[in-house]
């Protein structure tokens, strides 16, 4: 099934059914090993990951391109390192942000926060990304980057990993 996608107010949201229970999924979405597998739209690939699933704990995913550009997922405009875990429910929920570094550090330039929640559904798992933006600009922003087709192509890896 593929995924879907949607823009409410400063958000973009996205949502696909994965044929596999939320544990599996939590599994892929916390284990840096497994996140490595799927995190970054083919041919771009993870070149680091870290997931600390608690309050406070990093989210710090840096992944390269085919032409050798490199982007840490969670940096900020001065390249600062990592992002922030806000909230860790397993196999429920997982919200970051690049707001803040871990530690609840601030960072320079934060651009968003993603809250992802995992739905039992039919056996699956409903997964849902609600990616938060603090002004329409900022969303317009990421969605011209390639939102629904970056994300979208990264949820049909990890279903294809976890199924």
Do not use: Y
């Not at 926060?113 to 600009?137: F, I, K, M, N, Q």
């Amino acid at each position: 099934m593929p995924a879907t996608t949607t823009t409410e107010g400063n958000d973009l949201v996205i949502t696909r059914r994965i044929d596999a229970a939320p544990e599996a999924v939590w599994a892929a979405l916390t284990q840096p090993e497994q996140l490595s597998r799927w995190f970054a739209p083919c041919p771009w690939r993870v070149t680091s990951a870290v997931v600390e699933p608690h309050p406070g704990g990093a989210f710090d995913i840096r992944i390269k391109g085919p032409d050798g550009a490199a982007e840490d997922c969670a940096a900020d405009a001065e390249g600062e390192a990592g992002g922030c875990v806000l909230v860790a429910e397993p196999p429920r929920r997982l919200v970051w942000t690049d707001a803040l570094s871990a530690g609840f550090r601030p960072a320079r330039t934060p651009f968003m926060t993603a809250e992802l929640t995992l739905v039992p559904d039919a056996g699956g798992t409903r997964l849902t990304a609600r990616v938060l933006h603090a002004s329409a600009e900022d969303r317009d922003r990421h969605a011209a980057m390639g939102f629904a087709e970056g994300w979208g192509a990264t949820f049909a890896q990890l279903a294809e990993l976890v199924e």
